[in-house]
């Protein structure tokens, strides 16, 4: 999983369902962004073994890039000679040990219950199936500006009395579908739409402040851009307290303007030492947001490429 999705993900997760929040959208950059702003992408051979299913999901994958509408990188066959020619090269390595488990069970009763029991053991099977796949884009001039190893590995335990082997082969084809979705989001920017919790401790505020603090936090649950008017209120009549800037950050954050938000996180994390996490979390989505926007922006302003594509 990608830093930024990550960071996404965690913030909706760790929310409960009545939690005070702000809505956020927006496109995240690429995450090999030279790469993704090419005008044209090739997927040329991949070699070793699930090489060629792995050629086929990504290939896959950046085909049906634009249907989301946002500008990207197009795929067009290598013949046709593309900015960028994707290539790579998998291993598998399939591990296997034999171990044993101990059990207990019932030899003796007597009304009912057991009054003696014994300890046995079973043998039992850990296998590792562990998927490398090391992947570049190459330019027609022989730069580099996509060079990774993507890893996955998938542990399972089996015994003659409980649990089943898995397929390796369904294993391996589920990894390497994971790694497609990564190389997608490696090349392509993409939206997400998440919400943030906003910090609703009134520490440090005056009574009057801190009122119109806990009528903003109420005002996120149905009227976004009214909490954020009175979180500005707020900042004005305290300035620098540490949950009054963060959730001014997080309002600049869903309004799409990351340079604020960013310079907002920054102050947070001077007057609110306590959500440093946050912020930082905070700081790494705006970064990724603005460059979204930055790289989109460059896309769209190129005249269409022209020509056959899959």
């Not at 927006?26 to 992408?41: D, K, M, N, W």
């Not at 027609?140 to 993507?150: E, H």
């Not at 009574?207 to 500005?232: E, G, I, N």
């Not at 959730?247 to 920054?266: K, P, Q």
Request: glycine share 8%.
């Amino acid at each position: 999983m990608q830093w930024w999705a990550a960071v996404a993900i965690g913030a909706m997760l760790a929310l409960p369902a009545t939690a005070e929040t702000l809505r956020v959208e927006g496109v995240f950059a690429a995450q090999a962004r030279e790469a993704s702003l090419l005008p044209t992408i090739g997927v040329g051979p991949f070699t070793g073994p699930d090489g060629a299913e792995l050629a086929d999901a990504i290939e896959r994958r950046l085909a049906k890039l634009g249907a989301d509408g946002l500008p990207h990188v197009r795929l067009i066959p290598p013949a046709l000679r593309p900015d960028g020619l994707l290539t790579g090269r998998t291993g598998v390595q399939v591990a296997s040990s034999d171990y044993r488990e101990g059990r207990e069970r019932c030899v003796e009763k007597k009304d009912g219950k057991c009054t003696r029991r014994e300890r046995y053991s079973v043998a039992c099977v850990r296998r590792t199936v562990a998927l490398r796949a090391d992947l570049e884009v190459r330019r027609r001039t022989g730069a580099l500006p996509y060079a990774v190893a993507k890893t996955r590995d998938d542990r399972s335990d089996w015994c003659e009395d409980r649990g089943v082997a898995t397929n390796v082969d369904g294993v391996v084809s589920g990894m390497v579908e994971s790694v497609a979705a990564e190389v997608q989001h490696d090349l392509a920017p993409h939206a997400e739409d998440y919400t943030v919790r906003v910090i609703e401790t009134r520490d440090g505020l005056p009574a009057d402040a801190a009122a119109r603090f806990k009528q903003a936090v109420k005002l996120t649950k149905h009227d976004p851009a009214a909490a954020c008017a009175v979180f500005a209120e707020v900042d004005r009549m305290a300035p620098d307290n540490g949950a009054t800037a963060f959730n001014l950050a997080l309002c600049a954050e869903s309004a799409g303007r990351y340079r604020e938000a960013a310079d907002r996180y920054a102050r947070a994390r001077l007057f609110a030492p306590y959500a440093g996490g946050e912020v930082s979390k905070g700081l790494a989505r705006v970064t990724a947001l603005a460059a979204g926007a930055q790289d989109v922006a460059l896309m769209r302003s190129r005249p269409p490429v022209t020509g056959s594509g899959f």
